[in-house]
């Protein structure tokens, strides 16, 4: 089942639904809950160097519950996140050698996907989704070149013990093609590593010879590209960095709980000084994971974090050199994207891992049935968990389908059930006080709209709350929520000022 994994997650697509990762996390935690009811039955169960490392750090996690301001976003984040990790605990030699077959046959599939769909922008659609960049069964190209950067040097591995070396620059290409920065550069010192490692030899050979070849192409696209046009993007990643410090400050011990970024970032972002205008108020992924597990789990978590990670370094150096390069590719891609929130990259954590070294009590069976039955309970709690968010954004995809039609009622129905079942994403509080606010229904649009702040504090939403409250007859209430809308730094905080200089005549 695990070694399965390894194909079907990276490949899986769900066109009924809105969150293009959503089928991949619910595919992992399906499996978790398969071996850990098998472990009820005696299975035995993976006992490796790092075991109390990943136990501690989950634990951690865990503790960052006291300081989580909604628990459902808490328990969503933390069901993808350990449900991911504790594959590690029935990753054996057998099981990992067989996910490296499968885990190549995905990285094929995914590559020659992205490369494809780059030929059929070009031919076809030159206002494609993202610009023209590839994203393959990913769903983004930040996802593709994150999900392709980690499994390059397993892939390599691979490619070297089937003696297929010719498929090596697949992958490269497709990163290529992805046209995400950080990934580009993040290359530079991963080819760096198999280049040092060969130039002995008397004649190089792939991956080694992309290492060169890659400097030059960066050379020739420095001269020949707008460099101007990544300004911006640079500069908001930084802005978030600072805004996850920020909350750190706040909060050092355990941070705002696990997945508190997408809950508080808005509460936070006006502390951090910048030059340009706000896409939005809110956020939930800082695109750095090193400060947003300091921000949600504090330095208590990224301390964890970082000794299971410096461990499996020092472990995998003298064990094995690509799953080492692989957990290099891991730790970068983490300074620019966030390759924890997501299940095909997160998924390589505990299969490096497994390249480790083996002991005598690699493999053993919990010592009493209420510890196997537990984490069988727990297993069934993140399947749960993460199906009923998969189920609930099904929903929320066909409410936006029905409104769109001007079917409303339908659009209500489908909202208000996938709020009902997973209360985690704003978006669809905010649609449903928006679709009261245009039926006139002020006070259930109010309401609506207060459950999507509990959720994320967009400024947007205060604005929206504002504008309900005065048709409401609400006056000072309005201005409150107008007030704090401007706080936030909405991006219609100067409309938002008139209203209420107008109003305090």
């Given amino acids: 089942m695990i070694p399965l994994l390894f194909l079907l997650v990276p490949l899986a697509v769900n066109p009924w639904g809105l969150d293009p990762y959503l089928v991949k996390n619910l595919l992992a935690a399906m499996a978790l809950c398969y071996v850990s009811v098998k472990a009820l039955g005696g299975q035995g ?7 109390l490392r990943i136990l501690f750090f989950l634990a951690l996690i865990f503790l960052s519950l006291a300081s989580s301001s909604n628990i459902s976003v808490f328990a969503l984040k933390l069901a993808g996140t350990a449900g991911i990790l504790l594959l590690y605990f029935f990753i054996d030699e057998k099981t990992g050698e067989k996910a490296l077959d499968f885990l190549s046959y995905a990285v094929i599939s995914v590559s020659a996907i992205a490369i494809i769909q780059k030929i059929y922008f070009l031919l076809f659609s030159l206002n494609s989704s993202f610009a023209g960049r590839v994203y393959s069964t990913l769903g983004n190209p930040n996802f593709l070149s994150s999900y392709l950067l980690i499994s390059f040097p397993l892939f390599i591995y691979w490619t070297e013990k089937k003696n297929k070396r010719y498929l090596t620059p697949l992958p490269y290409a497709a990163i290529l093609l992805s046209e995400t920065a950080g990934s580009i550069l993040a290359l530079i010192p991963l080819l760096a590593l198999f280049f040092f490692k060969e130039k002995g030899k008397n004649k190089l050979s792939l991956p080694a010879l992309l290492f060169p070849l890659h400097l030059l192409i960066i050379i020739a696209a420095l001269f020949t590209t707008d460099i101007s046009s990544k300004e911006m993007s640079v500069r908001e ?27 508080n970032f808005a509460l936070y972002q006006n502390k951090v000084k910048r030059d340009f205008q706000l896409k939005s108020t809110s956020e939930s992924k800082i695109h750095n994971d090193y400060i947003q597990i300091m921000a949600e789990s504090g330095l208590a978590g990224a301390a964890a974090y970082l000794w299971l990670l410096i461990s499996a370094l020092l472990l995998l150096r003298k064990k094995n050199f690509h799953a080492f390069a692989a957990l290099i590719a891991f730790m970068l891609d983490s300074v620019t994207n966030f390759p924890m929130e997501l299940p095909a990259s997160l998924m390589f954590l505990p299969l490096i891992f497994s390249f480790g070294e083996k002991e005598k009590g690699d493999v053993l069976l919990f010592p009493s049935a209420p510890l196997r039955a537990a984490l069988a309970g727990l297993s069934l709690f993140f399947l749960f968990i993460i199906a009923k968010d998969f189920s609930s ?28 079942l997973s209360p985690t994403s704003g978006k669809t509080a905010y649609a449903l006080g928006m679709l009261y606010v245009n039926q006139k229904k002020y006070p259930t649009a109010i309401n609506m709209f207060r459950e999507s702040i509990r959720i994320r504090h967009y400024g947007e939403v205060y604005n929206n709350l504002g504008n309900a409250l005065y048709l409401s007859g ?3 209430s309005a201005v409150k929520a107008w007030e704090k809308a401007v706080e936030l730094e909405c991006p219609e905080k100067e409309s938002i000022q008139k209203s209420i200089l107008l109003l305090s005549r």
């Fill in 237 to 263: 990643r930084f802005f978030k960095w600072k805004v996850g410090v920020e909350i750190l400050k706040d909060r050092p011990v355990l941070g705002a709980g696990w997945g508190g970024v997408k809950s």
């Fill in 45 to 51: 169960i993976r006992r490796g160097p790092l075991s």
């Fill in 474 to 476: 609400n006056i000072p």
């Fill in 393 to 420: 954004d099904i929903l929320r995809k066909n409410g936006y389908d029905s409104y769109a039609a001007g079917d409303f009622k339908r659009a209500e129905a489908s909202w208000l059930r996938a709020h009902e």
